[in-house]
């Protein structure tokens, strides 16, 4: 697989399957290879399924078991350099402090404009 192959690949975790198969669909339409998961567990499994060769990953803050900073930081922990960008429709000062040295990319405030999101995606070296 070449660099760009994997730049082309995100990975979406959210536990909401609607807005998860929206988001599949979605980045898809613009290109993206779209991997997805519905907690962060199933998150590092598909991470390490792939290598860890993905060009961004997209995670929702609140999910049961493992929520966006713990996978986040096993990302981190497990050699995970690039974009992150987290989603939720509410998150608190406490959420965002937590997110503080995990190297977030950006946070999305859902609902978002997915062709915004996979434009600034294209965009980033």
Known sequence: MSQ???FLRLL????N???LQ?????FST???EVVTASHGI???????AYHGNFGAVLTDNDMPDMNGVALLRQLRA????GCVLVMSGHLTPSDGQAYQDCAVSGFLHKP???GMVATMLMRVD
Request: hydrophobic letters at 50%; charged letters at 20%; proline letters at 3%.
């Open 30 to 32: 613009y290109g993206f």
């Open 78 to 81: 497990l050699g995970y350099s």
């Open 12 to 15: 979406c975790v959210d536990d």
């Open 17 to 19: 399957p609607v807005l």
């Open 22 to 26: 929206m988001l599949a669909l979605g």
């Open 42 to 48: 199933e998150a590092l499994l598909q991470f390490q």
């Open 112 to 114: 978002f404009d997915i």
């Open 4 to 6: 760009d192959d994997a």
